[in-house]
């Protein structure tokens, strides 16, 4: 298999990835799953000030055959989007855990983010979703 | 629902990593690993290979097989001539589409259709339940093998693997009996992509020497495999409609703007030729139209579409295009309001998008 996991990130089950940044966190789509969703052409974000909720839909990313939703890792109130994808949504194709952010959240709960998987929990979770398929 | 088919080139597409999914009983590759708009592109400019096996084919044979043919097409099959293609909508009484097929003429007395593969074996019930006269229907789609090689190097490719000359091969025109890397088959100039390119049809037998043959050929020609997802896109650009899409039970065959397919006026009654007429004089409510969007956003699948707030249609294909780098659709819409705006807007989700009406086909290759 061939897909980048970082190193001091946490991800969930749906794929995205969450860097802490003081009081808040950034969000995108692992690697693993931008490769799975293919070449993608669409982005819908959040508004700013919008409070999303761990689990829940917080933004739609689309590719030519596919829509998914983008699920919040954690509750929180958005402080920023990435206007950029809006024109080049391929950026979370090219570069998924850097240019291809897709928006930043206030953490309310710390334990949230903490609960997450980290980089050899999500590895692992990968290869047995594999594995099931 | 019983397991999904494979057709002969299974293994081949397994190991170029194509990633297999269950299309209508068979499992066929959605796309490879340079993705699908990599595959568009290649179609477009140089050349790709598609399995294509889960089409159906049935041959018509016997005294009456025109005649039995002229009653089930819209189309005025009398005007093919030997070696020649038509393409004809299927269609009820009522005006809706059975399906929509090929018609491949060897002789007066022997044709070869090719049907959709979620409707083959709808199609041959129902071809059975219209048969009359000396004509016999054979359906032999579990014995036949397709692969569609498409784009501007398939010719080249294909020439190599055979000594008929393929350059005297129209758009639309077939040879039966053609040797193909010694594998008996049927080679046509024909597709699903709006892009030249050659239908070749044998048995399964000798599928595979077909399949290896053209791959070792395209390799100084860069043909690279493509799949469903990419044959989806490149048919929605060059406009072709897609059975269950575009045109269905419910869906008549001028809604779809396919007039020139429907012989209004054949001199022969033919299924849904009286409804049809009706219905052209009464006008449709709804009628196909191409649309353009002029926000980004994704036009898909039975979206509504709006004008002033008032919902006046669906999207019945839509897509980002790679060709155009546009997103385009295909919709019904209603064509009274049609006839005072250019722009509608498509409804995304929750949000509108502003789009407006275009001609199609939205690619047309050059000469």
């Known amino acids: 298999m061939d897909f980048n996991?970082?190193?001091?990130?946490?991800?969930?089950?749906?794929?995205?990835?969450?860097?802490?940044?003081?009081?808040?966190?950034?969000?995108?789509?692992?690697?693993?799953?931008?490769?799975?969703?293919?070449?993608?052409?669409?982005v819908e974000l959040p508004d700013i000030g919008a409070a999303v909720e761990a689990g829940k839909s917080a933004a739609v990313i689309e590719s030519v055959k596919a829509v998914a939703d983008l699920y919040a890792p954690v509750d929180g109130t958005v402080t920023e989007v990435n206007e950029t994808l809006l024109d080049q949504p391929e950026l979370i194709n090219q570069d998924p855990y850097g240019e291809g952010w897709v928006f930043k959240v206030e953490v309310k709960d710390e334990s949230q983010l903490n609960s997450l998987m980290d980089k050899p929990t999500y590895e692992e979770f990968i290869i047995k979703e594999e594995e099931e398929e | 629902m019983s397991k999904p088919k494979k057709t002969p080139f299974y293994d081949k597409h397994v190991a170029l990593n194509g990633k297999i999914v269950d299309y209508n009983g068979w499992f066929l590759p959605v796309q490879f690993?340079?993705?699908?708009?990599?595959?568009?592109?290649?179609?477009?400019?140089?050349?790709?290979i598609f399995d294509v096996s889960h089409m159906g084919e049935v041959t018509v044979e016997g005294k009456d097989a025109e005649a039995y043919l002229q009653k089930i097409l819209t189309n005025d099959?009398?005007?093919?001539?030997?070696n020649a293609i038509m393409y004809s909508p299927v269609c009820y009484p009522e005006g809706g589409v059975v399906d929509d097929i090929l018609i491949y003429r060897f002789n007066s007395e022997y044709y070869f259709l090719v049907v959709n593969a979620a409707n083959t074996d709808k199609d041959f019930d129902w071809f059975q339940e219209n048969t009359f006269g000396d004509v016999k229907l054979q359906n032999l789609s579990p014995e036949y093998a397709q692969i569609a090689l498409q784009g501007p190097n398939s010719q080249e490719i294909l020439q190599e693997l055979t000594g008929v000359k393929l350059a005297d091969i129209k758009f639309y025109r077939f040879l039966g009996d053609v040797s193909v890397a010694g594998v008996n088959s049927i080679v046509s100039?024909?597709?699903?992509?709006?892009?030249?390119?050659?239908?070749?049809?044998?048995?399964?037998?000798?599928?595979?020497?077909?399949?290896?043959?053209?791959?070792?050929?395209?390799?100084?020609?860069?043909?690279?495999?493509?799949?469903?997802?990419?044959?989806?896109?490149l048919r929605l650009e060059a406009s072709l409609p897609l059975y269950g899409h575009e045109l269905s039970k419910e869906l008549n065959p001028l809604q779809a703007g396919l007039d020139r397919f429907v012989a209004l006026d054949k001199d022969v009654p033919f299924n849904g030729q009286g409804a049809l007429k009706q219905q052209k004089e009464e006008g449709f409510s709804k009628k196909l139209f191409g649309l353009e969007m002029l926000e980004r956003g994704v036009p898909r699948e039975n979206y509504p579409v709006k004008v002033d707030e008032k919902e006046i249609g669906w999207i019945s294909s839509g897509s980002y295009s790679p060709t155009?780098?546009?997103?385009?659709?295909?919709?019904f819409l209603d064509p009274e309001i049609m006839k005072q705006t250019e722009e509608v807007s498509v409804l995304i989700r929750k949000r509108s998008y502003r789009a407006r009406i275009t001609k199609m086909p939205f690619y047309r290759r050059g000469k």
């Open chain 2, 189 to 233: 100039r024909t597709g699903y992509t709006g892009e030249d390119g050659f239908e070749v049809y044998c048995k399964n037998e000798g599928a595979l020497n077909v399949w290896d043959a053209v791959w070792e050929a395209g390799q100084k020609k860069d043909l690279r495999p493509a799949g469903l997802g990419a044959r989806d896109v």
């Open chain 2, 324 to 331: 155009l780098d546009k997103f385009i659709a295909m919709g």
């Open chain 2, 33 to 48: 690993s340079q993705g699908l708009v990599e595959e568009v592109h290649d179609t477009r400019k140089r050349a790709t």
């Open chain 2, 77 to 82: 099959v009398s005007k093919l001539k030997d």
């Open chain 1, 5 to 42: 996991v970082i190193e001091g990130l946490k991800y969930t089950q749906q794929h995205e990835w969450a860097r802490q940044e003081g009081d808040t966190a950034v969000v995108g789509l692992s690697d693993y799953a931008q490769d799975k969703l293919g070449e993608i052409v669409f």
